[in-house]
């Protein structure tokens, strides 16, 4: 049960795909923007512990300082940069790691401490709010980064420090007496520690993760660990953050109960989303109680999918806490109700999906894992690789146009965004090997081109895969395996192609288990070469009656499809006041292939805004939105009559 | 200009009208069961000073203790009793108005003090946080008793403690140096002071209400009053009460900015209303900014009415700040996104439109007053007058049944409606006299069966209405004036009925000026009886389409309906999946009169609920829901297909 960023290295994508195109253009541009605004913003150095002049700056967010984030954002590139140098040289790059891994060595204090905010600005406070102050968060984006670059420069010299940094939190927190029985505020260090297990295979790494998931929500003495950790602060009860709306507002970080007794997912997506993959990621290890802890990840993901996520996959309704909102409360734009559907909480409900297909391999899971990477992740970054969205609404409104920025003072997103794209193969298959049985099996999540390479026993099986997926259905896969090695194949089957694909040749019985497609031995052994067909007619999406959107949305394939003014130039409401009349619709699409002009989608059909009858709409995929010169007025869901 | 407090002697209901019978009920049950529970509680006796245990207890909403309005609920107690004294008796009530006035007058402390919670519980503390505390709103809740009883005992026993007490507070607070530079969290002394000056002629009473007014959201030394407030209360700036969503969320009580500058109609709604009603009043007597400041509320009325008024007149869609969200979100319940409707704010919205048709007689004033008392503001009271309601949302569902409630903590609801029925009758026609021009005129806003009579120059004018309005439209109307007073009738035409109505004889011209009918003297003389007809159609009203309620309602004149399970005993979901097909309605009525079956609307329809057909729906009057054993299930807004 490899990590995905373990497991990304077996495929590979094809040259000059859709998704390869993406992924280079970070690989050529990204990275290096990003490390130039790394040292342009002070990050770059920060681990020199000098003080920065924007140490001073009034935080943006109370009591989070504007540069809390700094650990983090050096650890995801670092992290980011490692998966990328698997299949390439870049020596700036490369030299920038080291530097930066031997300024974070030498920021590192007797005791293991490892902080820039902790080290320079509050040196007395390590430790006191858990709650907000992200000094774990901070802690398992170093930790990541340290097990990316074990991987890649097979050294210690980065995993050395946070392995002895990770010391001495378990022994500052922890269910002993004299320790702190807390757990982060915003959770991730539960994933690295769960990372950096299989790495040093050391058992307190995975107990630490344990208890920082099972201790998160309990009560102690009648108390709250925020609460009690806010009372030893000398904080007012109703002192508190924005993004409290109420007291205690402990939903936020999904502190209100332990996890085992949450019904519903709730509060900062991106937290819920980290903290889930954590516990999914964890069932790997655990016997004890690992039915209970899959129920609630199931009810939990159930929950979200079903009635708090967006059409294209976007999480989060509501700015002020950066996240859930009530059943079907999904409105598409600020001046609606809400919309936040942030970057991260789509890379987190990719990361989600990813875990919990290692727990259950059905397509309900990588359904959304598509759609997520599609529409709701890909459209976080411009075509250029140097402008990236952070909130990304269905509808655009005045004075929230849809554009794309350069920065942001927290910048979780592009690095983010990096880093998925950088073992993002690692989502889109995967594989289990068993030398005792001497078999192989692939699963295919998402059909890009690509190739597969795996070793059983030292003989090579080779996946190879053509197409232009996900611009088009057609799946050309050619299987190289020794004959003596038992393999079988397993490839989703789209939901939006469940009742018109054809696969040929046709295998006799055609067995399909939740959504995926099984191939066994035999078939592959007289069709070694087979073609899958994903038959992608344009489809109207309506969302679920009691989220009041009477509305309909564009969907062809795994793409969802929004309106710009730049195509659309006579709109002046954000599409508010448009209505499609129905019944009359013919939908074309221009072309194939990876350029702007090609990837639109063009709607021709008979709609009414305000009464007034315009013949052609043009759509273009929502990813895709914001790349133009325009006037950032776009809308997914369009009114219907 | 006399306000509807004073001017309702001139008008009395026909006996057994329908809202004579609604008035009754207050007459006959709500006074003596409230003066019971205020008994029960410890409001009565709370002006004795002495410690109530309850005083200990823990306050709902922080900083506000749960018996902080109590003052306010003694004053409206009395206020709404002095209305009905007018034209009855009843000793238990003049003897508990007398008891409670004799308490009241001990209560005041030597300098003029007058508070029950600064005088038992907090007596250091007066004028320290007017921003949060209610003061100077229970000040003026007890000066609009003092004015009412003044009004109907013809003695000063109530009003002399008061005026001394507003001298006070007008030594305190007002704009020279050494004074408190503020103006209450929770608007209400305004209007009291104007009626204060009303009585008393003294103008110190109108310069206080006009700097409350003035001052409100004005920035002294770069500071806003409540933030320099809070400071000297040694308050965090992030600690706040849990209705502030984010620190100094000033918008809650519209002091965000000064009135002036104020676009859109902010916060908790009652205060919105009181505010913006206080404004209205002074109207009558500035004439420096008279322009601006008239400017100001056409412009938030305008908001209010257009963006963010429930269909049924409610207005408040968020809990959290018991008002106003952004324009066009109406969500019509809790699982929905909110809907809150409090009754005070709806009774807010009648006094608001009471004012504003002293400035300017249009009825987009009227209308709106109108739709507010028989639906958003009647329904606060269950037939028997002893439950009541303080949230009214559009639907029901699971853990918010629409049900009335014996008693709030915060019990401003019950009191506030038995007041405005107490003087209805000012809301219902207003008069302007002119004894030196021997002219007459009468304004009929809303046309229910009632006599207005007038003196003008000793001689007796009468206007004479039968009808059992708003149960049909036919209004038969007869005016006795002497033929040597000119004598002028304007009628509102409700904005339902300006394409069908009609009145005969025919005045020839038909005159209209907005909205109003207008009959001069000469028709009078010549059709001193007339008979206007208002048909009353069924008709489905749907909200704006940017509300993304796509959904119809049932009205018929003022009347707007709802479902109930009583009568729809089949529904299980709050009638959310419920949709109207449209196309094949009809609709019948069962009948006319008093009477709770014959209230009911009947519907007669094609409908697909859950896609199964129902034959049949049967409608009652928003205002009459919850009165029978049901379940709870209500909508008002039925979705359509």
Chains 1, 2 share one sequence.
Request: hydrophobic share 35%.
């Amino acid at each position: 049960m490899a990590q995905p960023q373990v497991s990304y290295v077996d495929t590979t994508l094809k040259k000059n795909s859709f998704l390869d195109c993406k992924r280079h253009i970070v690989w050529e541009h990204t990275l290096l923007y990003q490390l130039e605004l790394s040292k342009k913003t002070g990050r770059y150095d920060a681990f020199r512990l000098q003080w920065h002049p924007s140490y001073s700056d009034p935080p943006d967010h109370w009591p989070v300082p504007n540069h809390l984030f700094w650990d983090s954002d050096v650890g995801k590139w670092i992290e980011a940069a490692c998966y990328f140098l698997h299949d390439g040289k870049n020596s700036v790059i490369e030299n920038a790691i080291h530097e930066l891994v031997e300024m974070i060595r030498s920021a590192q204090k007797e005791d293991g401490y490892l902080n820039i905010h902790f080290s320079v600005v509050a040196p007395k406070e390590p430790f006191t709010n858990l709650e907000h102050l992200h000094e774990l968060y901070n802690a398992g984006h170093l930790i990541e980064a340290a097990v990316a670059h074990h991987q890649v420069f097979k050294n210690d010299r980065l995993l050395e420090p946070l392995v002895k940094y990770v010391k001495l939190i378990a022994a500052k927190i922890g269910p002993e007496p004299g320790q702190i029985h807390g757990y982060p505020g915003h959770p991730e260090i539960e994933i690295a520690l769960i990372r950096l297990y299989q790495v040093t295979k050391n058992p307190e790494h995975l107990a630490l993760a344990q208890y920082f998931i099972e201790e998160r929500g309990a009560t102690r003495d009648g108390e709250h660990f925020f609460a009690a950790e806010a009372k030893a602060r000398g904080w007012h009860p109703f002192q508190r953050p924005s993004y409290y709306p109420r007291p205690q507002s402990f939903w936020y970080n999904q502190t209100h109960k332990p996890i085992l007794e949450q019904d519903s997912v709730e509060g900062h997506s991106v937290r819920a989303m980290y903290l889930l993959t954590a516990v999914a990621a964890l069932d790997t290890y655990r016997v004890d109680q690992r039915q209970e802890y899959r129920d609630a990840l199931v009810r939990l993901w159930d929950n979200m999918v079903a009635k708090k996520m967006y059409v294209n996959g976007g999480v989060g309704a509501i700015a002020d806490w950066e996240g859930f909102s009530i059943d079907y409360f999904l409105p598409q734009g600020t001046d609606e109700g809400g919309c936040y559907a942030e970057t991260c909480a789509a890379i987190g409900v990719m990361m989600l999906a990813e875990r919990m297909l290692q727990i259950d391999l059905n397509s309900k899971y990588s359904d959304i894992m598509e759609l997520c990477l599609f529409n709701s992740v890909l459209c976080c970054m411009s075509t250029d690789g140097k402008r990236f969205t952070y909130v990304n609404q269905l509808a655009s409104s005045e004075g929230k146009p849809a554009r794309f920025e350069p920065w942001f003072t927290c910048a979780c997103c592009p690095p983010s965004l990096s880093r998925t794209l950088g073992f993002l193969t690692g989502y889109l298959r995967t594989t289990n090997i068993d030398h005792d049985a001497n078999t192989a099996h692939i699963s295919v999540h998402i059909p890009t081109a690509g190739t597969t390479t795996l070793n059983v026993n030292s003989k090579t099986i080779t996946l190879d895969t053509e197409s232009d997926y996900p611009l088009s259905g057609t799946i050309d896969c050619t299987l190289h395996a020794p004959n003596d090695i038992s393999t079988t194949l397993a490839i989703r089957i789209p939901s939006w192609a469940s009742s018109n694909f054809t696969i040929s040749p046709l295998p006799s019985p055609l067995r399909i288990e939740k959504g995926y497609l099984r191939l066994p031995p035999s078939y592959l052994l007289s069709s070694p070469t087979f073609t899958l067909s994903l038959p992608m007619p344009p489809r109207f999406l309506a969302p679920h009656p009691a989220t009041n959107q009477h509305t309909l949305t564009l969907a062809r394939g795994p793409m969802v499809y929004c309106l710009e003014d730049v195509d659309n130039p006579w709109v002046r409401d954000h599409f508010k006041t448009l209505r499609l009349d129905g019944g009359q619709m013919r939908v074309k699409f221009a072309g194939q292939g990876g350029s702007v002009a090609q990837e639109q989608g063009e709607e021709e059909g008979v709609v009414a805004p305000n009464g007034e009858r315009v013949g052609e709409l043009t759509f273009v995929p929502f990813y895709f939105r914001g790349n133009r010169e325009g006037r950032g007025q776009m809308r997914v869901g369009i009114g219907r009559v």
